[in-house]
């Protein structure tokens, strides 16, 4: 296949659901030397934007959500385990998760793509993740940001709990924290006490370069 066959592929395999599909597809595309940085942007995102678009208007529901970002992990961490060394020069390192009680993943997923590719080292916790969890790790590997993700108003109170918690453990002041998800907003971040907001995957990149002091 050509590229852009391969990056068609990549689009189809995350709206049909199909992990095996999405794995084949990247490793294909790596094989036939297309820019693994490429596979992700112009083929696994615009599937799953698609499908949270279609999601937003009722078309699909939260089963197949997650069963499309399970895709598009699966492909992106092919893509991602092939990003040129080049891509690799900040060695900061950010963890990134959504927050407890809330399982949609599709822009934060997007999130850690993009900042892969942009040179960070990311650790990506998944979904449905507890503050005592983003603390640990962040104690185990003394990240330079933790971003949290929140969808839902119900959950997004446990950004504000991660942000006590950094506290208690005595280590809030050594690294920074973003925030995002439709609930959140900039004023939200400013009464958490959050260093940033973010309301899309550009602007979550462009604000960790900035927390992070990177060109």
């Known amino acids: 296949m050509g590229e852009q ?9 995350i709206l049909d659901y199909d992990v095996e599909k999405a794995k084949q597809v990247a490793k294909e595309g ?3 030397g297309v820019d ?3 596979m992700v942007e112009k083929g696994f995102v615009p599937g799953i934007q698609e499908i949270g678009d279609l999601f937003d208007c009722g ?14 992990k699966a492909g992106t961490e092919i893509c991602e385990a092939a990003f040129p ?22 822009g934060k997923s997007i999130v850690v793509s993009f ?31 933790i971003g949290s993700s929140a969808l ?9 709990d991660l942000e006590e918690a950094l506290k208690e453990a005595g280590i809030r002041d050594k690294v920074k924290t973003i925030v995002g998800g439709a609930p959140t907003s900039q004023e939200w971040a400013d009464k958490i006490g959050a260093d940033a ?19």
């Open 36 to 38: 693994p940085v490429a």
């Open 59 to 72: 078309d699909v529901y939260l089963p197949e959500l997650i069963l499309a970002a399970d895709a598009m």
């Open 115 to 145: 900042l892969s590719a942009n040179g960070f080292d990311v650790y990506n916790l998944g979904r449905d993740v507890t503050v005592d969890t983003f603390v640990e790790k962040a104690k185990e590997i003394q990240p330079d940001v």
């Open 5 to 13: 066959e391969i990056l068609a592929a990549a689009k189809k395999a």
């Open 152 to 160: 839902l108003t119900t959950t997004m109170g446990h950004q504000k």
């Open 30 to 32: 790596l094989d036939a």
């Open 197 to 215: 907001y973010a309301e899309n995957a550009a602007e979550a990149v462009a604000k960790v370069k900035k927390l992070c002091g990177v060109s």
């Open 85 to 106: 060394e080049t891509a690799s020069k900040t060695k900061k390192k950010v963890i990134m998760a959504t927050v407890e009680g809330d399982i949609h993943d599709i």
